[in-house]
């Protein structure tokens, strides 16, 4: 097969897969809980190596106490870092939210911008996090977000050979219209929750099962 006959089949397939999890989970949203972009920006730095069930636990006080990137600039990072503490790495996290409003305060007139490159400038702001608040607090799709999830689905499913998020990202982009970018993450990772887990994915009971070259097959 040539390389173009594999993106065309790639693509296919992937467009497929979008419009099953489409029907499985028509109402996938975003689980991370905010009120303006800064509040998602800030919760998605805390979603680092931790659940969005207990990100969604500490922020309700965090942004309580420190409701815009004002206030989170000028706190005493100490507060941050004990309100953060539960969802581990909690230092380096109260240093990038710290770092990253006090740039949307100084260069940014206290808006959390609307650019990709703008965004990559902030502390503590890769390329997912980016993705995320550009969706989701402005509706823009400017890449697709590649999580854990997005990134060991879009490998099991045969869709991308890397395992560097740039990379996935860079392989999945031209496989989907970017109207579905964000479509493609949050769905992927409602089913990467709900049946096609890290260590043991159920298989047996997956609308995916006949498209993805992973599956376990000796599953009854």
Not at 123 to 149: E, M, Q, S
Request: glycine share 6%; hydrophobic share 40%.
């Amino acid at each position: 097969m040539s390389g173009t006959s594999r993106r065309g089949f790639k693509r296919q397939k992937a467009l497929e897969i979008l419009t099953r999890l489409k029907r499985l989970y028509p109402d996938a949203i975003c689980s991370l809980k905010y009120d303006t972009p800064v509040q998602l920006l800030v919760a998605t730095i805390l979603s680092a190596q931790c659940t969005d069930e207990r990100v969604n636990k500490v922020t309700p006080a965090l942004f309580d106490r420190f409701p815009d990137a004002a206030a989170l600039a000028g706190a005493d990072i100490s507060e941050i870092e004990t309100l953060v503490r539960s969802t581990g790495f909690y230092r380096n996290k109260a240093k990038n939210i710290q770092g990253a409003c006090r740039a949307i305060v100084e260069k940014f007139g206290g808006q959390v911008p609307k650019q990709m490159e703008q965004l990559l400038e902030l502390p503590g702001v890769a390329r997912k996090t980016a993705n995320v608040v550009l969706a989701h607090a402005y509706g823009i799709n400017a890449g697709v977000t590649v999580d854990t999830h997005v990134k060991r689905l879009s490998y099991r499913l045969g869709l991308t050979s890397q395992t560097n998020p740039v990379k996935v990202e860079r392989d999945l982009m031209p496989l989907l219209p970017q109207e579905d970018w964000e479509n493609w993450s949050i769905r992927l990772i409602y089913h990467g929750r709900a049946v096609c887990a890290a260590r043991k994915p159920a298989c047996d009971r997956c609308i995916l099962a006949d498209l993805c070259p992973s599956v376990d097959r000796t599953v009854s």
